[in-house]
């Protein structure tokens, strides 16, 4: 896939000024999240359950990370956050 083409956009981005956030699948067994989202990203939230966009009646089928770029980050924060209890 483009998926590191795209991560690599978003490392891009941040090094030019921007914040980016980008909501992705957090199977952390490819390798981009070891070539481009540890050592780039300023944040990493790992959610807990699976998200459901608007009013599906399905969730994703796959556990999702927020991964957040900013520019003149050095260190990674990695966390675990459970969203379902901050939109009920």
Known sequence: GHT????MKAVN??????IVV???VSSTDRSYWHEIIYPFASEIRFMRGRVK????KTTAPFASAIVIFRPHSSK???SFVDYRKVHQ
């Open 4 to 7: 590191g083409e795209w991560l």
């Open 76 to 78: 990674c924060k990695i």
């Open 22 to 24: 980008c909501l992705i």
């Open 53 to 56: 966009f608007g009013e599906s």
């Open 13 to 18: 981005s941040s090094k030019q000024g921007s």
